[in-house]
């Protein structure tokens, strides 16, 4: 029984997809459920899974293809058991069986998939087929598993063994849909918003001494790492009720004032930047923060992010120091109207107390839309979050 593979609603206002990957060729038998190809939306990554257990019967659109929701992908023979071609005889099979066996020459193995039994993600597997001279080690993903984010980073030479003198000196390489829309949405913030951006600095002494004090005790008892990412919602949050306009946005002549606090956290995912979001800031704990951020971070690794882990935040924090920036001005993520930018915590003199003393500071930077938030708010709002980082007892307390 012949059945279709269509493509699935790929979420609001996604009507459209490229064909990224086939994972079986036709004849090849399927599971249930298993993936059989990869779409790529300008949102996120989809894997279509096969609607039943059977023989890939036909394939209707190949890679590199677009094609709308609900479109016909490839025919499937439902029932059907095997993994032959139809047009394999059998005799042949059984004539290659009393063949001698010759010699085979050993196979190439790429390196990351050449320890143990790691399965890297198809994404990846299809990038290092395409750039041999690429050589990953360990990956990033579960596992060790490469991602297509760790075949990324190899490509632009962070020393994990491309060879500078391999193919031409230009590669024109089509835009992937994500980044199409990472370039149009950023455009049209600076387009739209009037823009500005208010900077302070943060003395991290306190909050690093609570973290180095408790961190091995909230590892054991939460099994997960405490970082500093959560500190900062927890503060935004404050700052947030404290300052109203900051966590709303514009709609024509109207403004939306959001009474919940669902915080993106802007992170570089395998397809490009991601800005997955942690809902209700307001009413989780700090350990149930840090563990929806570290969910949110393997699923941006791995490109697996849904589009309802992106959809519907009213404020972002990105933290541009993982990667060593000392200073940015974060474009907003719109329709909100603000974003923060954490940075780098580096040692440096300050004047305390009329002495000069080292001290591990942090640049923190408040991109706002200055047609709904004033100077007066944005400027508050940073202080706030100041104040509650460099005494995170008052968090405790709410103040």
Request: aromatic share 4%; charged share 25%; net charge neutral.
């Amino acid at each position: 029984m012949a059945g279709e593979i269509t493509v699935p609603t790929l979420g609001e206002s996604v009507t459209e997809a490229t064909v990224a990957k086939w994972f079986k060729k036709v004849g090849d038998a399927v599971k249930a459920d298993e993936p059989l190809v990869e779409l790529e939306t300008d949102k996120v990554t989809v894997e279509v899974p096969s609607p039943a257990a059977g023989v890939l019967k036909s394939i209707s659109v190949e890679e590199g293809a677009n094609v709308e929701v609900g479109a016909v992908l490839g025919q499937l023979d439902v029932g059907a058991s095997g993994g032959k071609t139809a047009a394999e005889p059998a005799k042949k099979e059984e004539a290659k069986k009393e063949e001698p066996k010759k010699a085979e020459a050993p196979k190439a193995v790429a390196p990351a998939a050449a320890s143990g039994d790691k399965k890297n993600g198809p994404a990846a597997e299809k990038m290092l087929a395409e750039n041999p001279q690429v050589k990953v080690t360990e990956g990033s993903g579960k596992d060790g598993r490469v991602t297509k984010g760790d075949v990324i980073t190899a490509l632009e030479g962070d020393g994990m063994g491309v060879s500078p003198a391999a193919g031409p000196r230009e590669e024109r390489v089509k835009m992937s849909k994500l980044r199409q829309t990472i370039a149009r949405r950023l455009k049209e913030s600076q387009n739209t918003a009037a823009i500005l951006t208010t900077f302070n600095e943060i003395d991290m002494t306190n909050v690093i001494a609570l973290r180095n004090e408790y961190k091995d005790e909230f590892e054991k008892k939460h099994g997960i790492k405490l970082g500093f990412m959560g500190f900062f919602i927890k503060a935004s949050v404050a700052a947030l009720k404290q300052i109203p306009a900051v966590n709303a946005e514009m709609a024509g002549d109207e403004l939306i004032y959001k009474n919940y606090y669902d915080i993106g956290v802007a992170v570089g995912g395998a397809n490009g930047l991601v800005v997955p979001v942690i809902r209700d800031c307001d009413k989780k704990s700090l350990a149930q923060i840090e563990a929806d951020i570290a969910a949110a971070a393997v699923k941006a690794r791995d490109g697996s992010l849904s589009m309802a882990d992106m959809t519907g935040g009213t404020f972002t924090v990105s933290n541009g120091g993982v990667y060593g920036s000392l200073m940015s001005t974060p474009i907003i993520n719109p329709p909100q109207s603000a974003i923060l930018g954490m940075h780098k915590t580096e040692e440096r003199p300050i004047a305390l107390n009329g002495q000069v003393v080292i001290r591990p500071m942090m640049y923190v930077a408040m991109s706002y839309d200055h047609r709904i938030i004033d100077g007066r708010e944005s400027v508050t709002f940073l202080v706030a979050v100041k104040k509650a980082i460099e005494d995170p007892r008052r968090l405790l307390l709410g103040l």
